[in-house]
């Protein structure tokens, strides 16, 4: 496929700012040298980014939107979320991953970084749509837990991106925790584990493995690969300058970690330590959709409110957050505009009301933070795949989809989890 974007406005992180210029999709990847060929699109003039990048979610959680609103995370794990659950198969979690995945391509998302169980209906969804999903299969400890290493070795030879994703620190003890460390290095592969999410886990990580755990995970080698921590909500001063240091991004989930009272992540501290923060969405039974422009927002006002420093993050930080950075700390060639990487586009609709007025092109970067939503992605291209056209899905009738969610949805609830 060939498309121009001719004369568009995208943002150069490198630089930071935002510039003019004309780049193409040649087949799956952005060049800035014409490609041979017909076009078969042509953008003029208009503001495009690079695709959102969906550093912490649970895609096939979109079945239990709405069940457990009003319960702590303990609640709401144990008598709600463990036990449906116990009831998923393949079919259920393929429906409710097509579900998540329009609601990601929607709001500009073209890679979400998933931890959960049947992979490969994810997997089967994720194509349907043209999203691409990154799978780290959730190992927690208990009989059988290998299957979690096996089904990356699967999922990697069905070409899928892969990681690592011990559950967390309560659900993985420093027992197998090295093997599962030695595998992801072994194997070249990151890490992707949730982190210091609630209060109830400071404590138990405090008194199971002390204040220097960081260190008690460095020293098994888990900071030889990749990693991303989902939440960090309770990272004390000296985790964030040990992290800091580390080829770490922290996955922040305002809208899960409120909406859960688990409390408020400090990106001014993180900014501070030089902590790489992403953008996650955690799963849409915390959340409660997968809408990541939304997301960003509250992520950005959030780290205004509790910091006090309306000048934390530009417009254009809080966007490379969003995008580039998760992309750089996995070592991908996404989340930027630039030649020979994969051509994952967003093209913005300017003329929609929450995109107007401007009076210099810098607008459009504050309205896309603070003003836009979904409804002001106008077309979304994921590795040269043209998935979203002029606001409609390509080759998926989101009715049908939810018509299906909706049948399985009350065939899982059933009377015994209200
Ligand atoms: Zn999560």
Excluded at 173 to 183: A, G, H, R, Y
Excluded at 321 to 349: C, F, H, N, Q, R
Excluded at 398 to 403: I, N
Aim: hydrophobic content about 40%; aromatic content about 10%; overall charge negative.
């Amino acid at each position: 496929m060939k498309v121009t974007f001719k004369d568009c406005w995208y943002p150069d992180f490198d630089n930071q700012l935002l510039r003019k210029g004309t780049f193409f999709i040649d087949g799956d990847k952005i060049t800035f040298k014409e490609p041979v060929g017909e076009n078969d699109a042509l953008f003029t003039n208009a503001l495009v980014t690079p695709g959102l990048f969906d550093a912490h979610s649970h895609v096939a959680m979109d079945l239990f939107r709405g069940i457990g609103d009003d319960v702590s995370l303990d609640e709401w794990l144990n008598d709600y979320i463990w036990p449906l659950e116990a009831r998923l198969n393949d079919d259920y979690v393929y429906w409710s991953s097509l579900l998540a995945c329009l609601e990601l391509i929607r709001s500009g998302s073209t890679t979400f970084l998933d931890m959960y169980f049947w992979e490969k209906a994810t997997l089967k969804a994720a194509k349907e749509v043209g999203i691409r999903p990154i799978f780290t299969p959730g190992v927690i400890e208990r009989p059988g837990w290998e299957s979690a290493l096996e089904r990356v070795e699967e999922l990697k030879n069905l070409g899928a991106l892969v990681g690592v994703g011990p559950h967390a620190l309560y659900t993985v003890s420093m027992k197998i925790m090295p093997e599962v460390v030695e595998f992801a290095k072994k194997n070249n592969l990151f890490l992707h584990m949730h982190l210091m999410e609630t209060a109830s886990e400071e404590a138990f990580i405090h008194n199971t493995l002390g204040k220097d755990y960081l260190k008690r995970l460095e020293d098994i080698g888990f900071f030889d690969v990749p990693v991303v921590f989902a939440h960090g909500v309770h990272f004390s001063e000296e985790d964030f300058d040990f992290l800091g240091k580390k080829n770490v991004v922290v996955a922040h989930c305002p809208q899960s970690n409120m909406k859960l009272s688990s409390g408020l992540f400090r990106w001014d501290k993180a900014k501070n330590n030089g902590v790489k923060v992403g953008i996650g969405t955690d799963g849409a039974a915390s959340n409660n959709n997968l809408d990541f422009i939304e997301e960003l927002r509250t992520g950005v006002l959030l780290a205004r409110g509790v910091s006090g420093k309306p000048d934390l993050l530009s417009p254009l930080e809080a966007l490379e957050s969003a995008t580039a950075v998760p992309a750089k700390v996995l070592g991908l060639p996404l989340g930027e505009i630039k030649e020979g990487y994969w051509a994952d586009v967003v093209v913005w609709d300017e003329s929609d009301i929450s995109m107007v007025p401007v009076d210099k092109p810098e607008d459009w970067l504050s309205h896309i933070v603070y003003s836009s939503g979904s409804q002001a992605v106008k077309d979304v291209f994921v590795q040269g795949r043209w998935v979203l056209q002029n606001k409609s899905f390509v080759g998926i009738n989101p009715l049908e989809v939810s018509d299906e969610v909706n049948k399985r949805r009350q065939s899982i609830r059933k009377e015994d989890i209200l």
